[in-house]
């Protein structure tokens, strides 16, 4: 690291001391650096890629599908191992006594469930050997018209204790809290494809006016991805993906994104733009300016004033990011806001380069729900 690079790490930690990003919990502003000579090029793919939200796997399971099986069956070995779950009575113990959730539970509700999923399970067997039959045919194509395939998924976390679903075990881990994949594909020197599904289920808040910051797009004139977009039209419009949820749940997407830019990183930036799971924007401060993305300004409905106007539920804590806004604002360019996550919990960057082209900010965490 740059002796110019760590001393402006060093002022950036030492203006952020005892600052809380406050949402719907607290959390702290940490210091963020990228090393170029370290780390080579920064962009966004690169990021998520170092920090895990990024992951490249095997390609035989692009939509997810089996994960969702996998899913099921965990749940089948569950009722092998605990035959009870379908015959003991609800028990209620004291707060101090460790019994599985479980045991709360009417009877007639976990019979139900059984035969509810039962009968999911089913369906999902179904479909699954119809949707690898369509990836197949998808794959087929991309393989004559395109090279390096790769496959990544797209993940975050929520980090901490939470009970495990089946076992009722109180665990520390990064859990999966929402999941899907993307894949990647070069078509030839100046063109890469990229197809990620397009979620309907997205919680996050809308700021007033966007300034989006998103990879220019390859326009399809040149003949050989008109032709490869022609042929993969009608095979990814019967194709269903499979998206993990909010921890154990699922959702169905039939919404997809194919897209084409110039290289990997580029069209990965799109698809996760496009996908929902990443949004970024011209920095306004960590405050992230407009309501919707208040940060430390915590408005509930309700709280107007006589003009209509926002009052602050924390109104001593007013300009308390000024003094760190200022420092990142003299010292880098390029300066943005990338927040990653669509559901409840988010990551959030405010990163700029600065003139050694070190990138560098500060990062935090926000729940939004």
Same mark, same amino acid.
């Given at each position: 690291?740059?002796?110019?690079? *760590?001393?402006?790490?060093?002022?950036?930690?030492?203006?952020?001391?005892?600052?809380?990003?406050?949402?719907?919990?607290?959390?702290?502003?940490?210091?963020?650096?990228?090393?170029?000579?370290?780390?080579?090029?920064?962009?966004?793919?690169?990021?998520?890629?170092?920090?895990?939200?990024?992951?490249?796997?095997?390609?035989?399971?692009?939509?997810?599908?089996?994960?969702?099986?996998?899913?099921?069956?965990?749940?089948?070995?569950?009722?092998?191992?605990?035959?009870?779950?379908?015959?003991?009575?609800?028990?209620?113990?004291?707060?101090?006594?460790?019994?599985?959730?479980?045991?709360?539970?009417?009877?007639?509700?976990?019979?139900?469930?059984?035969?509810?999923? *039962?009968?999911?399970?089913?369906?999902?067997?179904?479909?699954?050997?119809?949707?690898?039959?369509?990836?197949?045919?998808?794959?087929?194509?991309?393989?004559?018209?395109?090279?390096?395939?790769?496959?990544?998924?797209?993940?975050?976390?929520?980090?901490?204790?939470?009970?495990?679903?089946?076992?009722?075990?109180?665990?520390?881990?990064?859990?999966?809290?929402?999941?899907?994949?993307?894949?990647?594909?070069?078509?030839?020197?100046?063109?890469?494809?990229?197809?990620?599904?397009?979620?309907?289920?997205?919680?996050?808040?809308?700021?007033?006016?966007?300034?989006?910051?998103?990879?220019?797009?390859?326009?399809?004139?040149? *003949?050989?991805?008109?032709?490869?977009?022609?042929?993969?039209?009608?095979?990814?419009?019967?194709?269903?993906?499979?998206?993990?949820?909010?921890?154990?749940?699922?959702?169905?997407?039939?919404?997809?994104?194919?897209?084409? *830019?110039?290289?990997?990183?580029?069209?990965?930036?799109?698809?996760?733009?496009?996908?929902?799971?990443?949004?970024?924007?011209?920095?306004?401060?960590?405050?992230?300016?407009?309501?919707?993305?208040?940060?430390?300004?915590?408005?509930?409905?309700?709280?107007?004033?006589?003009?209509?106007?926002?009052?602050?539920?924390?109104?001593?804590?007013?300009?308390?990011?000024?003094?760190?806004?200022?420092?990142?604002?003299?010292?880098?360019?390029?300066?943005?806001?990338?927040?990653?996550?669509?559901?409840?919990?988010?990551?959030?960057?405010?990163?700029?380069?600065?003139?050694?082209?070190?990138?560098?900010?500060?990062?935090?965490?926000?729940?939004?729900?």
């Amino acid at each position: 690291m740059q002796d110019d690079t *760590a001393q402006l790490i060093a002022l950036i930690d030492s203006s952020i001391q005892g600052l809380l990003f406050r949402t719907e919990a607290d959390y702290a502003l940490k210091p963020f650096v990228w090393d170029v000579g370290m780390q080579g090029e920064f962009n966004i793919s690169r990021l998520l890629q170092a920090t895990v939200n990024l992951v490249a796997v095997e390609p035989n399971d692009f939509l997810s599908w089996r994960e969702y099986l996998e899913d099921f069956e965990r749940w089948e070995e569950f009722l092998e191992q605990n035959p009870e779950y379908l015959t003991h009575q609800e028990m209620h113990y004291g707060a101090d006594v460790d019994i599985p959730i479980w045991m709360t539970t009417p009877i007639e509700q976990r019979q139900d469930s059984v035969r509810q999923r *039962a009968e999911q399970y089913e369906v999902a067997q179904a479909k699954t050997a119809i949707m690898e039959q369509r990836y197949q045919t998808l794959l087929e194509v991309l393989q004559a018209h395109a090279t390096n395939l790769q496959v990544y998924r797209v993940v975050k976390y929520d980090e901490g204790e939470y009970n495990d679903h089946y076992s009722n075990d109180r665990r520390s881990s990064k859990y999966v809290f929402e999941s899907f994949k993307i894949l990647v594909a070069r078509v030839n020197d100046d063109c890469w494809i990229g197809i990620s599904p397009i979620r309907s289920y997205v919680e996050f808040p809308t700021r007033p006016t966007l300034e989006k910051f998103l990879a220019q797009r390859i326009k399809l004139n040149q *003949a050989e991805t008109q032709e490869l977009g022609a042929k993969l039209k009608p095979i990814l419009d019967g194709i269903t993906f499979i998206g993990r949820q909010c921890y154990d749940g699922f959702d169905e997407e039939n919404h997809y994104a194919c897209e084409f *830019a110039a290289t990997e990183d580029a069209v990965i930036d799109r698809l996760l733009h496009l996908s929902h799971f990443l949004n970024t924007w011209e920095f306004e401060g960590m405050s992230l300016g407009g309501e919707g993305l208040e940060g430390v300004y915590d408005y509930v409905e309700g709280d107007e004033d006589a003009e209509g106007h926002y009052v602050l539920e924390y109104p001593e804590e007013e300009g308390k990011f000024d003094s760190i806004d200022q420092l990142l604002r003299s010292h880098l360019k390029s300066l943005r806001i990338h927040i990653v996550g669509s559901i409840s919990i988010f990551d959030i960057y405010a990163v700029g380069q600065a003139q050694n082209g070190d990138w560098l900010g500060v990062s935090t965490t926000a729940v939004w729900t």
